[in-house]
């Protein structure tokens, strides 16, 4: 069993910048593949970003891309998700995630759901 917290959740403004934070506990996430997503109020969730157990492979949606950064520290057991140039539609409930499927194509169709999923963390972006 995976257990994963989220933390680095705030309120920016729009143009300004925040670091997520997902770590894991239960098990090492070297062999796991982890990502986020993000569920705005009335919006269904959507996918963000994704990275492979190695760090070596990383997939996001159109909407982040240029933007945002998908990282991990295997070492520390802890994901990470930097994001610049914050829009007002960024602002959401963000959700780490993890799975131990290999494959990043996956991350962004609506069947698929990760094995584990972390509590949310809020962002808020004021224009």
């Known amino acids: 069993q995976v257990q994963l917290v989220e933390s680095g959740g705030g309120l920016v403004q729009a143009g300004g910048s925040l670091r997520l934070s997902c770590a894991a506990s239960g098990r090492t996430l070297n062999n796991y593949v982890m990502g986020w997503f993000r569920q705005a109020p009335g919006k269904e969730r959507e996918f963000v970003a994704a990275i492979s157990w190695s760090g070596g492979s990383t997939y996001y949606a159109d909407s982040v891309k240029g933007r945002f950064t998908i990282s991990r520290d295997n070492a520390k057991n802890t994901v990470y998700l930097q994001m610049n140039t914050l829009k007002p539609e960024d602002t959401a409930v963000y959700y780490c995630?993890?799975?131990?499927?290999?494959?990043?194509?996956?991350?962004?169709?609506?069947?698929?759901?990760?094995?584990?999923w972390g509590q949310g963390t809020q962002v808020t972006v004021s224009s």
């Open positions: 995630a993890a799975d131990l499927s290999t494959g990043l194509g996956k991350w962004d169709k609506s069947w698929y759901s990760p094995d584990y």
